[in-house]
């Protein structure tokens, strides 16, 4: 634990106390302007805005069950992503599928593979 040496100042202690004993108020006036202002704000809040139209087919059907604009965006930025990676593979992405294109075959991406066939045989 350790011990505070100094020593309180107290020649600025009693202007910090006069000061704490008399807060300055702001006027009347400008606080009747402020609350004019806020009650005119929320009366403009208040106003029934007009309906626009809705947008409606597929593209805003699946806007809207996606989430909106947000998740477009996340959408959009993943597919670039990965065509970016399909194109362009890093040095790391190499070592997960050694296989170069030319030695694809059916069997590499095949997309039942044999394991499937003994699931369903039983």
Known sequence: MTTDKRKPDTGLEEYFAAARDAAPLPPGDLLARIEADALAEQAALARPRRAG??????????????????????LAASACVGLWIGVSPPASVAGLWPASAAELTGDTLDPVSGFDFVLVEG
Do not use: T, Y
């Open 53 to 74: 139209a809705v947008p409606s087919g597929l593209w805003a059907d699946l806007r809207q069950a996606l989430g909106g604009w947000p998740a477009f965006a996340g």
